[in-house]
Nanobody, 120 residues
Framework: QVQLVESGGGLVQPGGSLRLSCAASGFTFRSYSMKWVRQAPGKGLEWVSGIDSSGGGIVYADSVKGRFTISRDNAKNTLYLQMHSLKVEDTAVYYC?????????????RGQGTQVTVSS
């Protein structure tokens, strides 16, 4: 069955960095666009970034542009999100999702998420 397992979250100070990973299994990873979405406490899901099946077509939400970098390794069936210059407002549960690379869809398949907390 389809599995997406995120890792790499944690507690970091403002201005710090984290690298999230998402291990995919149960489907042909290299055939799908992927994305990262997040949910801050008390708020709805927010699309963060997306990438097409071959690693191109990269797009970012304005709120993370210039600070976050999405990438993928199709040989390892893994999606990444490198986050720099983290802000308190980046605090959220981060999910990787299989689906269209831009925006949110009810057809997205998400993992269980990894918590990122930015706090001094």
């Amino acid at each position: 069955q389809v599995q997406l397992v995120e890792s790499g979250g944690g507690l970091v100070q403002p201005g710090g960095s984290l690298r999230l990973s998402c291990a995919a299994s149960g489907f042909t990873f290299r055939s799908y666009s992927m994305k990262w979405v997040r949910q801050a406490p008390g708020k709805g899901l927010e699309w963060v970034s997306g990438i097409d099946s071959s690693g191109g077509g990269i797009v970012y939400a304005d709120s993370v542009k210039g600070r976050f970098t999405i990438s993928r390794d199709n040989a390892k069936n893994t999606l990444y999100l490198q986050m720099h210059s983290l802000k308190v407002e980046d605090t959220a549960v981060y999910y990787c999702a299989r689906g269209g690379r831009i925006g949110l869809s009810s057809n997205d398949y998400r993992g269980q998420g990894t918590q990122v907390t930015v706090s001094s």
